[in-house]
């Protein structure tokens, strides 16, 4: 017979007896982080069960989960006793055995704690993993001793490294988890303790699997290049490597260097954009709930990021109608989206299955009336009002009232899109970036209109989709491209003031941009801008400084890759710099009568860097963007921003508020008639940097 003695909760962590199996179950809403809380709970109960004469443990989360990962929050402070070491040894010094029952997410902390126990169990579909690494730090209660030990060290890199989360079903081959249960999770795990081969079984005191010396460079080496060579992988590599070592003095080590990393600026910057990342999807005032179904929706227009987008639309599971001019058309985007669904199952990255699947889900209409079925429409016509507004009005008269209108423009003014619908509260902007199945960002764009409930709907597809969604109001660009062009114009500006583009490219690699502005302008075409420069002409300020090398680029045919050359030369397949270009820069100089002066990179970088700011500070202060840390998240997430940084205005807040002021005073200067003055100061203060949720 079970005697089931309650005893009441200690703390966020609740002790029972089942028979003579102590069961200690972790009740830290919302996501069962590990708080100081949670482990002094742990440490008690073990003790309780220690008193109570139990025969084994079973610790498992009440909730959805097991544990998601250490409580940030703390990260900033000394961390109280017990940290989580103590936790784990008072499992490994109890007499009886713990298995750990996990459920939703064990990551972090959680998956460390899971490690301490004697065995894991877990129900399927559980996702484990330790994602320290992708914060700046490394596993700091041994995970980089024990998941070596259980899995092997090549395998234990690649997923401390990649800050990897997988399945119980690929963990449970490689040891990580000792079996999977289906039924009822406690019930699972008391039976699995009844069999347990023996009492206790630490993993600190097994031995790493054998492997050849030739594997495991070759993982360091693939860990090394994936983590950019940044100092926490440097460190996790060496401690993986180190498992086959004594365990206690290595575990010291370990503890040693995480608490060094977990107080370094670039841990504090990562956990910054952590935050960052969480809050920018919410809106006051939105109720995400009042958010309506979407089971099927449209993709009008089927060219590069139409396409994009109903591929991002299958990934996640939906099927979709893609409407196209004429039936050649259509044809011709029916054909690029299998042909891509094929080259993913050829190499692997789904199953037959899984293609089959998206390739059924998919279908095509040249007649507005097909899309009669969808819950959200996106438009990804050619960038035209004209066009658009046709397209809109089009799908207002064929839709229900209750379905969603969405536009995927780069720069058209939604609100004047929207005007002539009789329903404008329906219609929404979502700015994917290009590839739009692979970018992460998406610019869910609040029109003066939009209803609050299609706000909450274009938030919640945005998840869906496994997208990291920001908010913007209507502005020519949004937050990120409008940004981005102050940072190419600062860019241009820099070349016909004297620096070469290769040396301003460089400059920004260095900083740790995945590219530089030139590098990127021939990735993407010079042509595109050209066009909105030639409509523009009409209308810009003559007093305004204008760098008219771009033009003469395009003017000799050099609209970037696609035509060979642009701002560097491609002959050779790499981007090489082009003594044409130098000449056309030069000559350009000459006939802005402008003497070259020298640049460092440092101040190529902080230039570059004084314009992002400034032009953050001016669309915060417009409401465009709604809060500093949205523009962090932009910048990381769509345009190649060093994560480690924290994001721009992180980074801003990180500088002597001089050496800032000089830089943007500098910008202002070069940057000289028709500069506007952002209120960076205020910005800056008003941005959270103290890590709080
Ligand atoms: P694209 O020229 O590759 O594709 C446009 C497609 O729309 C063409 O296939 C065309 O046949 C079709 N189309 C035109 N009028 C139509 C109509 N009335 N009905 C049905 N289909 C029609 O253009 P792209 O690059 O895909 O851009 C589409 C939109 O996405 C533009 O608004 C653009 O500004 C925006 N955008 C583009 C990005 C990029 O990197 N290319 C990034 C983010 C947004």
Redesign the pocket.
């Known amino acids: 017979m079970n005697t089931r003695t309650a005893t009441p909760s200690t703390g966020k962590v609740a002790f029972r007896m089942e028979g003579s199996i102590a069961v200690l179950e972790i009740d830290n809403p919302p996501v069962n982080a590990g708080s100081h809380a949670v482990r002094e709970g742990v440490v008690t109960g073990i003790a309780k069960a220690g008193e109570a004469g139990a025969e084994g443990a079973v610790l498992l989360g009440a909730g959805r989960s097991f544990i998601a990962g250490s409580d940030l929050r703390e990260f900033n402070k000394a961390l109280a006793w017990p940290e989580l070491p103590d936790v784990i040894a008072t499992i490994e010094a109890a007499p009886f055995p713990v298995v750990a029952a996990l459920h939703g997410v064990a990551l972090g902390g959680g998956l460390e704690l899971a490690l301490g126990c004697d065995y894991r169990i877990a129900a399927p579909g559980t996702m484990v993993g330790l994602p320290e690494v992708s914060l700046g730090m490394i596993p700091g209660a041994g995970g980089t001793q024990r998941l070596p030990r259980l899995i092997g060290r090549s395998k234990a890199m690649d997923l401390i490294c990649r800050a990897a989360r997988i399945p119980a079903s690929e963990a449970l081959p490689l040891g990580l988890v000792d079996a999977l249960c289906e039924g009822d999770l406690l019930e699972g795990a008391i039976a699995f303790l009844a069999a347990a081969p023996r009492p206790k079984r630490l993993s600190r005191a097994l031995m790493p699997p054998e492997e050849t010396d030739e594997a495991l460079e070759a993982a360091a080496a693939a860990a090394l290049k994936r983590g950019k060579g940044r100092p926490n992988v440097v460190e996790a590599i060496r401690l993986v490597r180190a498992s086959t070592q004594e365990a206690g003095p290595v575990l010291a080590d370990e503890r040693e260097t995480f608490q060094k990393l977990r107080k370094s600026p670039e841990a504090h910057a990562l956990r910054s954009l952590f935050f960052a990342e969480r809050r920018a999807g919410s809106v006051a005032g939105i109720d995400p709930k009042s958010a309506r179904a979407v089971r099927r929706v449209g993709v009008?227009?089927?060219?590069?990021?139409?396409?994009?987008i109903a591929r991002a639309f299958l990934a996640a599971g939906l099927p979709v109608v893609l409407?196209?001019?004429d039936g050649a058309?259509l044809e011709?985007?029916l054909a690029g989206l299998r042909a891509a669904i094929e080259g993913q199952a050829g190499k692997g990255r789904i199953t037959e299955a899984e293609a089959t699947a998206r390739s059924e889900a998919l279908s095509g209409t040249v007649e507005a009336d097909g899309l009669a079925g969808c819950d959200l429409v996106i438009?990804?016509?050619?960038?035209d009002m004209a066009?658009?507004k046709?397209?809109l009005a089009r799908l207002e008269a064929v839709l229900p009232p209750e379905a969603i209108i969405a536009?995927?423009?780069?720069?058209?003014d939604i609100d004047e899109m929207a005007s002539g619908l009789a329903n404008p509260e329906r219609v929404l902007g979502l700015?994917?970036?290009?590839p739009?199945d692979i970018m992460k960002l998406l610019e869910v764009v609040r029109a003066a209109k939009t209803a609050p409930e299609v706000l909450a709907t274009g938030l919640k597809l945005a998840r869906n989709l496994g997208k990291q969604p920001v908010v913007a109001r209507v502005a020519e660009g949004f937050i990120g491209n409008r940004i981005y062009a102050a940072y190419r114009r600062r860019a241009e500006l820099l070349v016909l003031d004297g620096a070469r583009p290769e040396q301003v490219d460089a400059a920004v690699t260095d900083f740790g941009f995945a590219m530089g502005p030139f590098a990127v302008a021939d990735m993407?075409g010079l042509d595109i801008a050209w066009a909105m420069r030639k409509r523009q002409a009409a209308t810009r300020d003559p007093a305004a400084r204008y760098v008219t090398i771009p033009d003469r680029l395009c003017e000799a045919g050099r609209l970037g890759r696609k035509t060979g050359a642009g701002w560097y030369d491609y002959a050779s397949g790499a981007a090489q710099p082009d003594p044409a270009v130098a000449a056309i820069i030069a000559e350009a100089r000459e006939r802005a009568g402008i003497t070259p002066r020298d640049f460092t990179a440092e101040e190529i970088q902080h230039q570059l860097m004084a314009a992002i700011v400034n032009e953050a500070a001016l669309l915060l202060e417009e409401g465009v963007a709604v809060r500093a840390s949205d523009v962090d998240v932009v910048l990381a997430n769509g345009y190649g921003f060093p994560r480690w940084r924290g994001g721009p205005l992180h980074w801003a807040a990180q500088q002597e508020a001089a050496a800032l002021e000089a830089d943007l005073n500098e910008l202002a200067r070069d940057v000289g008639h028709g500069h506007r003055a952002g209120p960076v100061a205020r910005v800056l203060a008003e941005l959270d940097t103290g890590n709080e949720s």
């Open positions: 009008v227009g089927g060219g590069t990021m139409g396409q994009g409407m196209e001019r058309a011709t985007a438009e990804a016509v050619f960038e066009v658009k046709q397209v536009t995927n423009t780069s720069y058209l700015h994917f970036f290009s739009a993407s």
